[in-house]
């Protein structure tokens, strides 16, 4: 899977909302920045970007230095944050499918952290949508609502059926 592409939604400017995952995941990025991995900017700009991304990210920032034995500090939060991202839908997540979904969500005028969360959590149900989604209900009308969550659940796989679709490739002889 394709994980490593450009942040998709730096083209949507960030908003003043901030959330635990953009918290964490900015931070972590930051962290290994400046203390542990020496980066090269490429493009000098600050953008969201998603845990799949995230998850990119540090897997490559491992295999760079899971042979340095004198960075075990560092080792343990690129393992302790590569096993929460394996947890979340980052884990199935493609950059084909993150543009698709964010070229197929771009009539709903959501603003760049809503679609950041979307992406992230991939709700599945409209009581997580409208978590994600500032003021909803005001905003989208029901069938918006379920139009969205069609939109999420075609373009963005599902853990849970990658998750079964290795066991059943596993228990086959």
């Not at 991995?37 to 897997?59: D, G, H, Q, W, Y």
Request: charged content about 30%.
């Amino acid at each position: 899977m394709d994980h490593c592409a450009k942040s998709q939604l730096s083209k949507t400017p960030p908003e003043n909302v901030i959330t635990v995952t953009m918290l964490v995941s900015g931070w972590l990025v930051f962290l290994l920045s400046r203390h542990f991995i020496k980066m090269e900017v490429k493009e000098p700009r600050c953008t969201l970007i998603s845990n799949a991304e995230a998850f990119c990210l540090l897997k490559e920032a491992k295999e760079k230095h899971n042979k340095e034995r004198s960075l075990r500090q560092h080792q343990t939060i690129l393992y302790e944050t590569i096993k929460y991202l394996k947890a979340t839908p980052a884990i199935s997540q493609t950059s084909d499918n993150v543009k698709e979904l964010i070229r197929a969500l771009e009539a709903y005028k959501l603003t760049g952290a809503e679609l950041l969360q979307i992406v992230n959590h991939r709700p599945a149900g409209v009581v997580d949508l409208g978590i994600l989604i500032e003021e909803c209900e005001e905003r989208l009308s029901d069938e918006q609502v379920e139009e969205i969550l069609g939109l999420i659940s075609k373009h963005l796989p599902s853990p849970l059926d990658e998750q079964s679709e290795l066991e059943s490739v596993k228990s086959k002889p």
